[in-house]
Structure formats: C-alpha cells, structure tokens
Nanobody, 114 residues
Framework: QVQLVESGGGLVQPGGSLRLSCAAS????????MKWYRQAPGKERELVAT?????NYADSVKGRFTISRDNAKNTVYLQMNSLKPEDTAVYYC??????????WGQGTQVTVSS
C-alpha cells in the first residue's frame, strides 16, 4: 500500500523556520522525483520545490527553502527559513515516476503569523 505521510507543520512567527518531512512507503522511493506543493485558501495548488537529478524551486521561495531527501529512510524534507505570512498554506508531498505513477500525501498545515 502506497503511503506518503507529511509531518512538521504548525504555527510559526514571521522570520521563523520549520522543517517538513514526508515519509514514503509502498513504492521504490529512490526511483521517484519528489516534489513539495502548497495550496493557500482560495488559491490554486503551487509547485514549491522539486528534487530528482537536481533541485528546483519556485521563485517565491528561492534562497529560503531547501528540499532534500534521504533514500535510506525513504523520506523527503523541506527546510523552510525566513518564513513569511504568504507562506501560509497546506503543504503536500508528491512522488512521481511517470504520469501514471504519481502519489500524494494528505497535507500538513503551515501557518505563519504573529
């Protein structure tokens, strides 16, 4: 059974940091490109960061967020620094190998507020 389980979300003040984790099971993790998306209320889901052969970031998070993975632990991380209120969203983990093999986590809420 395929599972992606996100954790690490919460409430943080502007300028603070959080590290999200996404633990994967039920598929060959190392073969998959891993992505973090986010969706704020009333907005479309947005691609935040990707890690496969290389890493890529949305312009809005470059220099503040870092995506990494540990294939031995089947886990992908998103280190988020210098958080802003506009980073408030539900963050989702995504695994993709080919279009017919893509999986989603349930999401974790990140709220940046004073």
């Amino acid at each position: 059974q395929v599972q992606l389980v996100e954790s690490g979300g919460g409430l943080v003040q502007p300028g603070g940091s959080l590290r999200l984790s996404c633990a994967a099971s039920g598929f060959t993790f190392s073969r998959y490109t891993m992505k973090w998306y986010r969706q704020a209320p009333g907005k479309e889901r947005e691609l935040v960061a990707t890690i496969g052969g290389s890493t890529n970031y949305a312009d809005s998070v470059k220099g503040r967020f870092t995506i990494s993975r540990d294939n031995a632990k089947n886990t992908v991380y998103l280190q988020m620094n210098s958080l802003k209120p506009e980073d408030t969203a539900v963050y989702y983990c995504n695994a993709i190998w080919i279009p017919s093999r893509t999986y989603w986590g349930q999401g974790t809420q990140v709220t940046v507020s004073s």
